[in-house]
T-cell receptor, first 109, second 112 residues
Framework: EDQVTQSPEALRLQEGESSSLNCSYT??????LFWYRQDPGKGPEFLFT???AGEEKEKERLKATLTKKESFLHITAPKPEDSATYLC??????????FGGGTRVLVKP | DAGVTQSPTHLIKTRGQQVTLRCSPK?????VSWYQQALGQGPQFIFQ???????QRGNFPDRFSGHQFPNYSSELNVNALLLGDSALYLC???????????FGPGTRLLVL
């Protein structure tokens, strides 16, 4: 069965303090690894799609990387507006996304 | 370009009742998926509709059913509501050419 695990569950950062979020996945035939940002009470907002090991994508202070077993979301010099829950999801054969439990990030000024 | 829209935004029901949630996909998208997100957890896949047919289903009971209309919009129906059905229900859309799914704002359902 497909499985996605995110760590840590929660992360408290000072503004400017860089860190990384981990997403471990076990799926047969990965067709995409997705990162979303979710603000309280809202739907997930798409950030990145990664397709193969070694691939990297960047957007402002966020950078996502992919290996054969894990993905990392690096947050460089975060600002308070980066506070959110970050969700990782894997897509194997078929059409569903399998999500991890998310990492709640709080950036304090 | 309108994104994914869902209605209603909030809903309160009592146990045993039935509920219908609605979703309009992003312009140009023909595939709609539904997810259930309990508080503090990641979304769980319910099912996906394409060409008005249920294409794949997650581990949810038959109380959860859906429909897709010719204009690609979709409904999620839940019968015999239980307290445990309280959650944020998310709709996501994509097209046959893409892997990425785009989510709507969700419908918050509270079952009392």
């Amino acid at each position: 069965e497909d499985q996605v695990t995110q760590s840590p569950e929660a992360l408290r950062l000072q503004e400017g303090e860089s860190s990384s979020l981990n997403c471990s996945y076990t799926v047969s035939g990965l067709r995409g690894l997705f990162w979303y940002r979710q603000d309280p009470g809202k739907g997930p907002e798409f950030l990145f799609t990664l397709y193969s090991a070694g691939e990297e994508k960047e957007k402002e202070r966020l950078k996502a990387t992919l290996t054969k077993k894990e993905s990392f979301l690096h947050i460089t010099a975060p600002k308070p507006e980066d506070s959110a829950t970050y969700l990782c999801a894997a897509k194997a054969a078929g059409n569903k996304l399998t999500f991890g439990g998310g990492t709640r990030v709080l950036v304090k000024p | 370009d309108a994104g994914v829209t869902q209605s209603p935004t909030h809903l309160i029901k009592t146990r045993g009742q039935q509920v219908t949630l609605r979703c309009s996909p992003k312009s140009g998208h023909d595939t709609v998926s539904w997810y259930q997100q309990a508080l503090g957890q990641g979304p769980q896949f319910i099912f996906q509709y394409y060409e008005e047919e249920e294409r794949q289903r997650g581990n949810f009971p038959d109380r959860f059913s859906g429909h897709q209309f010719p204009n690609y919009s979709s409904e999620l129906n839940v019968n015999a509501l239980l307290l445990g059905d309280s959650a944020l229900y998310l709709c996501a859309s994509t097209s046959g050419q893409q892997e990425t799914q785009y989510f709507g704002p969700g419908t918050r359902l509270l079952v009392l």
